[in-house]
């Protein structure tokens, strides 16, 4: 979908003292900056790097010492909250990282300064790290205000000399204080340096909701044959669709698909029963071009018409059992 159109409209002059007092060009530019920050930040996390004028990347990628820290914005809903201080929190962290081996006159120094007032970057020294890549993983509403935001940090060496201490690389986990003030465009900034704390605690994943092995092999084979001609190189993946169903089929295609079970919630109905419903959960593992397997998941909703099993729709996360 283009982009609208700007509409111009005609202004009536106005008198020269309704106008504000013009502040100093320098002044004036950190104002400027300041409100593309924040309005960034309503429109997403990705649009913050593009207003700072980050040389950073967006996409993750094997960082180079040149440029250590790469970027990588948080897929939470944009706008302001809990979506904007992710997002800005691993803008600061990103730039934070960065200025371990920036020079003092280094366009990243100067918007750490501007997003985190007060706050000193680390030092390399001669073991440089690089910051492959930055997510939020946890955010909190703060009692007075603001947030706390937790982000992983994955670190590599960037240096071409000995490596350093091998306990500094690896995944690592930094808390910034988020915090907004006032209703001006000076609204928000990382309140102070980043304190390392430890990770995610390990929990327990919850129970599967598909617990029953599929047992109807013409229930199997419609799962099977909808997803190896779905996955394959060749074609056949509509006759296994219900009337009005479409799916896009990735890219690039695989040259075996193998299927090591089938569950579904609960005992599947029948072929025989008109426009009854099961969903099930497929294991696969598909093999590309170059001989590399990749273990998958599909769930799966199948309906029932004139005695066969019908795909409805693919499930991208698992669905709910019907109470």
């Given at each position: 979908?283009?982009?609208?159109?700007?509409?111009?409209?005609?202004?009536?002059?106005?008198?020269?003292?309704?106008?504000?007092?013009?502040?100093?060009?320098?002044?004036?530019?950190?104002?400027?900056?300041?409100?593309?920050?924040?309005?960034?930040?309503?429109?997403?996390?990705?649009?913050?790097?593009?207003?700072?004028?980050?040389?950073?990347?967006?996409?993750?990628?094997?960082?180079?010492?040149?440029?250590?820290?790469?970027?990588?914005?948080?897929?939470?809903?944009?706008?302001?909250?809990?979506?904007g201080a992710a997002g800005f929190a691993?803008?600061?962290?990103?730039?934070?990282?960065?200025?371990?081996?920036?020079?003092?006159?280094?366009?990243?120094?100067?918007?750490?300064?501007?997003?985190?007032?007060?706050?000193?970057?680390?030092?390399?020294?001669?073991?440089?790290?690089?910051?492959?890549?930055?997510?939020?993983?946890?955010?909190?509403?703060?009692?007075?205000?603001?947030?706390?935001?937790?982000?992983?940090?994955?670190?590599?060496?960037?240096?071409?000399?000995?490596?350093?201490?091998?306990?500094?690389?690896?995944?690592?986990?930094?808390?910034?204080?988020?915090?907004?003030?006032?209703?001006?465009?000076?609204?928000?900034?990382?309140?102070?340096?980043?304190?390392?704390?430890?990770?995610?605690?390990?929990?327990?994943?919850?129970?599967?909701?598909?617990?029953?092995?599929?047992?109807?092999?013409?229930?199997?084979?419609?799962?099977?044959?909808?997803?190896?001609?779905?996955?394959?190189?060749?074609?056949?993946?509509?006759?296994?669709?219900?009337?009005?169903?479409?799916?896009?089929?990735?890219?690039?295609?695989?040259?075996?698909?193998?299927?090591?079970?089938?569950?579904?919630?609960?005992?599947?109905?029948?072929?025989?029963?008109?426009?009854?419903?099961?969903?099930?959960?497929?294991?696969?593992?598909?093999?590309?071009?170059?001989?590399?397997?990749?273990?998958?998941?599909?769930?799966?909703?199948?309906?029932?018409?004139?005695?066969?099993?019908?795909?409805?729709?693919?499930?991208?996360?698992?669905?709910?059992?019907?109470?």
């Amino acid at each position: 979908m283009s982009p609208p159109a700007l509409l111009r409209t005609r202004r009536e002059p106005r008198p020269a003292a309704a106008y504000p007092r013009v502040a100093p060009l320098r002044g004036r530019r950190a104002l400027l900056v300041r409100v593309g920050v924040w309005g960034a930040l309503a429109a997403g996390p990705a649009a913050l790097l593009f207003t700072i004028g980050s040389p950073t990347p967006v996409a993750v990628k094997q960082a180079a010492a040149s440029r250590p820290a790469i970027v990588q914005p948080t897929a939470a809903a944009a706008g302001e909250g809990e979506g904007g201080a992710a997002g800005f929190a691993e803008t600061v962290i990103g730039l934070w990282l960065e200025c371990g081996t920036a020079a003092e006159s280094s366009p990243a120094l100067a918007q750490l300064r501007l997003l985190a007032p007060g706050v000193r970057p680390p030092r390399w020294q001669r073991h440089p790290l690089a910051a492959v890549q930055v997510a939020a993983v946890r955010t909190v509403r703060q009692d007075g205000g603001g947030w706390a935001v937790t982000v992983a940090a994955r670190l590599a060496d960037a240096g071409a000399g000995a490596p350093g201490d091998r306990s500094a690389r690896g995944l690592r986990f930094f808390t910034v204080p988020v915090t907004e003030t006032g209703t001006g465009v000076d609204r928000v900034f990382a309140a102070g340096a980043p304190m390392e704390t430890a990770g995610p605690q390990a929990g327990r994943a919850p129970l599967s909701p598909y617990t029953a092995r599929v047992e109807d092999p013409a229930l199997a084979d419609t799962v099977s044959g909808f997803l190896s001609a779905f996955l394959g190189a060749g074609s056949g993946a509509e006759r296994y669709l219900a009337p009005g169903t479409a799916l896009t089929r990735p890219e690039p295609r695989f040259t075996g698909v193998d299927m090591l079970q089938v569950l579904a919630q609960g005992r599947p109905p029948g072929a025989g029963q008109e426009g009854a419903t099961t969903r099930v959960r497929a294991e696969v593992t598909a093999t590309d071009t170059a001989g590399r397997t990749w273990p998958m998941a599909y769930a799966l909703t199948l309906t029932t018409r004139a005695g066969r099993w019908e795909i409805t729709s693919l499930d991208t996360i698992p669905a709910a059992p019907r109470s």
